[in-house]
């Protein structure tokens, strides 16, 4: 029996990996602290030396990357007669589920290397692994910019077609 398995699924189980190998340290300090970390004074400490430290570009080129995608696809909604991303999320439910799944096909991989990333960059500064960060800052790199660049692109992509004339010929 052949098995294929595609860069995503690799990447997905890759990061599931990688959390459950944090998640007894995560556990561990939890029960001896009793703080969860996460959204704490400590966690917006660390977020602020993460902006300097070891894969501080990251904060750059993730967010880079899912502005281009979502841009990619506000205008493929755009094309598509679709409402912008954002709107459709909260008004039309009609579209929701087709926009909601898109969005995790488009950013799937971006997500989980930014879990990845998250990770590593948490134990090469602090010499250990907050699991919940690594699952709310990774997605939020990305997820965030996203969904504001596809919205955007969208109405962009709308403006443009009603701006550029009917024939070229002339």
């Not at 755009?78 to 579209?95: K, N, T």
């Not at 909601?100 to 930014?114: G, P």
């Not at 990845?116 to 090469?124: A, G, K, N, T």
């Amino acid at each position: 029996m052949k098995i294929s398995l595609s860069r995503s699924s690799v990447l997905t189980a890759l990061t599931v990996a990688v959390l459950l190998a944090a998640l007894p340290g995560t556990i561990k300090r939890l029960v001896r602290t009793g703080d969860p970390y996460l959204l704490s004074k400590q966690f917006f400490q660390d977020l602020l030396a993460r902006l300097s430290g070891a894969g501080r570009l990251r904060f750059i080129f993730q967010p880079a990357v899912a502005i281009f995608i979502g841009l990619r696809d506000g205008i493929k909604d755009s094309r598509g007669g679709r409402p912008p991303f954002l709107l459709a999320l909260v008004y039309h439910p009609e579209h929701r589920a087709h926009f909601l799944r898109s969005a995790l096909a488009s950013i799937r991989d971006l997500v989980a290397v930014a879990i990845i990333l998250d990770v590593i960059s948490q134990f090469l500064i602090f010499e250990k692994v907050h699991a919940g960060a690594a699952l709310v800052l990774g997605p939020a790199l990305i997820a965030v910019p996203y969904s504001i660049a596809r919205a955007l692109g969208n109405r962009i992509a709308r403006s443009w077609n009603r701006e550029s004339p009917i024939s070229r010929a002339g």
